[in-house]
């Protein structure tokens, strides 16, 4: 690129909110390059990347073109028959229009397109100076940035996520003349706060990281987050431990400090015998602090500060740190003392005066569909039906703990702790109680989306009981989203319901299930006065319609399961036209449709079976049942029936247990035969026997071709 130069822009501001200012960043680095390639100005943006800190938002684009390539321009005008009268003279029309471009009719040219010739105008003008533009291109940028809470300063009318203090614009080495929320722009950054608290002369825009760097400010935030990750790590080493970091709490320490050191801190042992937990959400949520692990991962005394500062004084800084985390871990220590003397039985006692939904009944109604629905489950995948039945019923004790109430996040978790604890289940074997308190914690799995399924079998029970119970409660209350609306959270339940399924392995018959669920909840939970449920079969015929519909819910959710782990939407539809009743029996014939798609008979015999569907469509209803082998005439007809039957025989155990690959692969197998039928028989002939002889084979033929998963949506 010629006659290039280096571009630099910084907005500095007031401390920036720490959730917006990555958006932030990015949103003015995408508006600044989309401005200035909407002017045609060519950019190299080689590993350009949004810069930031707390106090700055800044664009350091490494090659710029220094103006705009020459701007081409072609208006079209009114057509020669409008244009020109009989004579040849201009008309009103064309003499506006010349008028209207700056030059004389003569001067204009002419294109025809499919309507016909007509006048246009080309021209061509010089490109502006990038300098010239750029103030606009910054007031455009900044205009469109998702500002989340505008703030007003000052005796003006400007608006911005925080009170705007200097503007920096550079081109190459020089001063970009312009104005910005009222500031002029010049070259004069400013360094960290307190290390620093001066102008930053920055002489050339290459130059600005550096500068900055010098200024104690770390304005590129990768290098600032591995920082971070170095300080955390060596200072936890000292401590002899590792160092927690998680990914969020990296983020926000990220966008709080423009140079970051380490302070290393303790706290009282008698702490650990708090819930971990509740003390790690209480450093890194509350307070942004790295917890150091000891062997084991297990918690230790110790903590990781971040300071924005390198203080001469590193004390005072650690003992600020430790001040304000101990009424919090004084408050958790108390809640579990308290909790522990109460008891879970206690806790499950005080659900029955929460209202879990008004259609519904309380939490305690809830926690009993919950445990009758596990108590089913359970044998059907191995597990203890009353051990099942036991752990669901104080599932959800710990709502009613100090702990929960206080940590909402730890719902579950407490659960777990008190129940190893509990004297209540002192009857259970070690090993039981293990189980049950562990599945308190994992029914709540997965929590979000990126979170394990459960990990032992009575969670995995748990967590499907739980999931069936809210979503068919929740659509018997009405609950159903729509749109942005989901108050039960029914989309991420239904998703969690699918993923413990089918990643745990389970065969269970999903619509029998929510069928069961749903009738749990009561047919009055939706109200309908005039239709009389007392009788037995009208019931059942409303479960099942009401399950079909919560199943084909979570059919939308697999859409995008599926889709994430780069299934074709055509394959996920081939096997969801089949609506199997088990969702582990779903992903296995997903994996083997994917297989067989691969094979290279499997597009020919989509589009035969495409074909097939469609000729017994318009057959109608009237196709025999079986087919008479002394009215197979032709030998291609005799030769496919032959083959049919024999791919019944080879594919009926595989069917039968599952072994759809198998199953496919014999299916493909009949693609000679099939193309063979179709280039020499004539189906819909004449004699009626014979052709509805030759649909009777042609519908077994598509029953087969079918039975693993409607092939025909593979056909492009």
């Not at 397109?113 to 006048?119: A, H, I, L, P």
């Not at 500068?211 to 920082?227: F, I, T």
């Not at 101990?326 to 522990?340: I, K, N, S, T, Y």
């Not at 929960?404 to 407490?414: C, K, R």
Request: charged share 25%.
């Amino acid at each position: 690129m010629s006659d290039t130069t280096s571009l630099l822009i910084e907005l500095g501001t007031e401390e920036l909110p720490v959730n917006a200012l990555p958006g932030l960043a990015q949103a003015l680095f995408d508006g600044v390059t989309d401005a200035l390639g909407k002017r045609g100005i060519a950019v190299e943006r080689g590993e350009a990347k949004p810069l930031y800190s707390p106090r700055r938002l800044a664009v350091l684009l490494p090659s710029v073109a220094v103006e705009q390539p020459e701007q081409a321009s072609e208006v079209l005008g009114p057509y020669v028959n409008i244009a020109l009268d009989a004579d040849g003279q201009p008309t009103r029309a064309l003499q506006g229009f010349a008028a209207k471009a700056g030059v004389e009719w003569t001067a204009l040219e002419r294109t025809t397109d499919n309507k016909g010739e007509r006048f246009v105008h080309r021209s061509v003008k010089p490109g502006v100076a990038t300098r010239a533009l750029l103030p606009e291109i910054v007031r455009e940028a900044v205009a469109v940035m998702p500002i989340p809470k505008p703030m007003r300063w000052g005796d003006h009318d400007h608006a911005f996520a925080r009170p705007l203090h200097w503007l920096v614009l550079l081109l190459g080495e020089d001063v970009v003349e312009g104005e910005l929320l009222g500031i002029r722009a010049d070259r004069m950054s400013r360094g960290h706060r307190f290390m620093h608290d001066k102008p930053v002369w920055i002489g050339r825009a290459e130059d600005y990281v550096d500068a900055l760097r010098g200024a104690k400010v770390l304005v590129d935030p990768d290098e600032r987050r591995a920082r971070i990750v170095a300080e955390v790590e060596a200072a936890a080493k000292r401590a002899g431990g590792h160092g927690r970091i998680d990914a969020d709490n990296l983020a926000q320490v990220n966008c709080l400090v423009e140079w970051p050191v380490a302070v290393t801190c303790s706290f009282e042992p008698a702490f650990l015998a708090v819930p971990h937990e509740a003390l790690i959400t209480t450093m890194e949520a509350n307070q942004k602090f790295f917890p150091v692990l000891g062997d084991g991962g297990r918690l230790t005394e110790h903590f990781i500060g971040i300071a924005n500062i390198a203080s001469k004084d590193e004390s005072e800084i650690r003992k600020g740190y430790e001040r304000v985390i101990r009424p919090r871990f004084a408050d958790a220590q108390f809640f579990f003392v308290e909790d522990m003397k109460q008891g879970l039985a206690s806790m499950n006692d005080g659900l029955k005066t929460v209202t879990y939904q008004a259609k519904l009944g309380t939490v305690a109604d809830k926690v009993a569909r919950v445990a009758a629905l596990a108590e089913a489950i359970a044998p059907q995948v191995g597990v203890d039906p009353a051990l099942a039945k036991r752990a669901a019923g104080l599932s959800k004790a710990d709502l009613q703990s100090r702990m929960v109430n206080e940590f909402p996040e730890l719902q579950g978790i407490a659960g777990r702790y008190y129940a190893m604890q509990d004297a209540a289940l002192d009857d259970l074997s070690h090993d039981d109680r293990n189980a049950l308190a562990n599945a308190i914690d994992e029914a709540w799995q997965p929590r979000f989306s990126s979170d394990d399924i459960a990990l032992s079998p009575l969670g995995k029970v748990l967590a499907i009981a739980e999931r069936l119970d809210t979503l068919a409660g929740g659509f018997a209350a009405g609950l159903k989203p729509t749109g942005n609306k989901d108050p039960f959270a029914l989309r991420r339940n239904a998703l969690g319901l699918a993923r413990t399924i089918i990643e745990s392995g389970f065969d269970l018959p999903l619509r029998e299930m929510l069928r069961s669920a749903r009738g749990m909840c009561g047919i009055s939970a939706v109200g309908d006065a005039t239709t009389d449920f007392s009788d037995t079969s009208t019931r059942l015929r409303y479960e099942y319609e009401a399950a079909d519909e919560i199943y084909d819910f979570i059919l939308d959710r697999l859409r995008g399961y599926y889709a994430d782990k780069g299934v074709p939407v055509q394959h996920f539809n081939a096997v969801a036209e089949l609506r199997p009743a088990s969702l582990y029996d779903f992903d296995r014939r997903i994996d083997a449709i994917g297989t067989f798609a691969r094979l290279p008979e499997a597009e020919a015999l989509a589009a035969a079976n495409k074909r097939i569907n469609n000729i017994l469509k318009k057959a109608g209803d009237d196709v025999p049942a079986t087919v008479d082998p002394s009215l197979l005439r032709e030998p291609a007809e005799a030769a496919l029936a032959e083959a049919v039957e024999a791919v019944y025989a080879e594919t009926g155990h595989a069917l039968a247990h599952g072994d759809y690959v198998d199953a496919l692969a014999h299916l493909a197998r009949l693609r000679p035969r099939v193309d063979a039928f179709f280039d020499d028989v004539m189906v819909n002939v004449d004699d009626v026997p014979l052709r509805n002889n030759r649909l009777a084979l042609l519908r077994r033929l598509s029953e087969r071709l079918g039975s693993v998963a409607a092939i025909e949506h593979l056909s492009t």
